[in-house]
């Protein structure tokens, strides 16, 4: 590899723009291409009706790296936000909850639970920054070691405790915390949301450390993330080309020697880093040919389907959601009354059905960003779990199920909504795979649980960034530390390429 040898980049998500961005700082000669007529992936801005702009499917930051957005000087290229630290607001005919962090602002609960609650955040954002610092190293056994190093440094009562709970549901944890119902539902939440689980499903603790940060709204969606980091990847010298879909990788002599292109052209390069999911990485466009049979077949049972649905109104007004505050609307509002009704609507899930009364996060962001809507009208965004990607009867029959199933639990909570809409459109995860070219539809590229997890992510033998075959990297969700939009795969993945780079001898990285 020499300094001028190229690196393509396949696929312009917000991980493949922060690889790209890392790279061309590095002096790398950096081309991303991408399928799609915009880059963004996941987290982008886009018009659903005329004048009405949500972020899809994406639509709230809560876990992107502090420490990426201060290095590639996202402010400075355009990343702002509407609004920081939403409150989590769950509406009730009593009275809406209201929380703000470890506080309870609003809502019927006992000093108990008060004291429970604030101890229950403390703790969880002792845990989630053991875990932040573990998501921005590559999994290496070093890095293994350190992450070990800062579970003891938790003290023996932190590391004793975080053993315990590591693997345990949500359900028994917050059953053996809190008497308040409303209270148990809004924090099981943040351990399914975006995963095929429920609150008595294993792990769900280690879940809902992903959800520890504050949630915030940028401003003009969520393309507003990825359209800073492209400007910083353009900055420092990368080539963006939207409008050009990879077909395959090209492999020369047992490595990974470019790309061709659906258009027919190929790409020579030194290294090709690819955002795409594992599967589609390994199995469509590299071919399971190249690979060791073990390893596509791991590829293979790499779980992928999705379980979550996005719905998107475009509203004439204002809804009012039962016992919400005026002032508490724009927040991130939730649907999750209780333990129990999570889980009865993960359960349909188990049998291939959506649920009847679906688990809703929902955002309105046009409150905070009037751009995002015509003077006057808003933009409802919703996240609508649970929705299998495998649907029994198929999705062209139950896209409507689903969608009136939606607005029957929105109606209920919001009277009259139903009335102010003047658009919609829901997104089933068949929807999302086609649009987001995400095998399966799934938020984090494949379910995030503990056996795929860390250095068994995507699968053993390509956990750190770097395939079986040579010259070829990944730094996409699939990776280590996971969906989201976290930026932690990228940067990772750019450190590998660019640690192979310096070992390799001219013509390539091994
Ligand atoms: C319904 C839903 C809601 C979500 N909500 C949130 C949320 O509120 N907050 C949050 O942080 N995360 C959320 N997520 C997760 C988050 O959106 C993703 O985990 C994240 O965007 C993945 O980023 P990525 O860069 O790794 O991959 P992607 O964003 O998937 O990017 C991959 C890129 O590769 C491109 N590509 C694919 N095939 C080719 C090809 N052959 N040639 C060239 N390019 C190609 C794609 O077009 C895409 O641009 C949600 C996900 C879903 C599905």
Request: aromatic share 6%.
């Amino acid at each position: 590899m020499t300094e001028a040898g190229r690196i393509v980049i396949v696929g312009g998500g917000h991980n493949g723009l922060v690889c790209a961005a890392y790279l061309a700082r590095a002096g790398r000669k950096v081309l991303v291409l991408e399928a799609a007529d915009r880059v963004g992936g996941a987290a982008v801005t886009r018009e659903f009706a005329p004048g009405f702009l949500v972020s899809a499917p994406a639509h709230l930051l809560y876990g992107f790296d502090a420490a990426i957005e201060r290095e590639l000087r996202l402010a400075k290229h355009g990343l702002g936000y509407a609004r920081r630290g939403l409150r989590t607001v769950a509406p009730g005919d009593a009275g809406a909850l209201i929380l703000d962090g470890a506080d309870v602002v609003a809502g019927e609960v006992s000093a108990a639970d008060r004291a429970a609650l604030v101890e229950y955040v403390q703790r969880q954002r002792r845990f989630a920054a053991v875990l932040a610092r573990q998501n921005g190293r590559v999994p290496t056994p070093w890095n293994l070691a350190r992450f070990a190093l800062d579970i003891r440094c938790l003290g023996r009562a932190g590391m004793r405790e975080l053993l315990r709970v590591g693997t345990m549901n949500l359900h028994d944890l917050l059953e053996d915390r809190f008497e308040s119902a409303a209270l148990k539902g809004a924090l099981a939440l943040d351990g399914v949301l975006g995963a095929k689980l429920g609150p008595r499903s294993g792990q769900t603790f280690f879940t809902s450390l992903q959800r520890a940060d504050a949630h915030s709204l940028p401003r003009g969606g969520m393309g507003a993330v990825t359209g800073a980091l492209a400007i910083a990847a353009r900055a420092a010298g990368a080539e963006i080309r939207v409008a050009s879909p990879v077909a395959s990788f090209v492999v020369s002599s047992g490595r990974v020697s470019g790309v061709a292109l659906e258009s027919g052209e190929e790409i020579a390069a030194d290294a090709v880093v690819s955002n795409l999911d594992p599967k589609s990485t390994y199995l469509r466009l590299l071919g399971a040919r190249h690979l060791d049979a073990e390893f596509a077949r791991r590829v293979q049972h790499f779980r992928t389907d999705g379980c979550v649905a996005k719905l998107h109104l475009a509203l004439d007004g204002l809804p009012e959601f039962r016992g919400v505050p005026a002032d508490a609307l724009g927040e991130r509002l939730i649907v999750a009354p209780d333990c129990g009704y999570v889980d009865a609507a993960f359960d349909p899930a188990k049998y291939r059905e959506f649920s009847p009364q679906p688990v809703l996060e929902i955002t309105l962001p046009s409150i905070h960003d009037p751009a995002l809507a015509p003077a006057g009208r808003h933009v409802l965004s919703a996240i609508v779990q649970y929705a299998p990607y495998d649907l029994a009867g198929g999705w062209d029959e139950g896209r409507k199920g689903l969608f009136d199933a939606t607005l029957a639990v929105l109606e209920r909570h919001a009277p009259g909504l139903r009335s102010r809409i003047i658009a919609a459109e829901l997104l089933a995860p068949p929807d999302l795979e086609r649009e987001f070219r995400i095998t399966g539809g799934h938020w984090h590229h494949g379910e995030l649980a503990l056996d795929q997890f860390m250095m068994l992510r995507p699968v053993p033998g390509a956990a750190q960034y770097a395939a079986p075959v040579d010259g070829l990297y990944s730094c996409g969700a699939g990776c280590h530390p996971g969906g989201g939009v976290m930026g932690n795969a990228g940067r990772n993945a750019a450190r590998v390429v660019l640690a192979a780079l310096r070992r390799a001898p001219a013509g390539g990285a091994a």
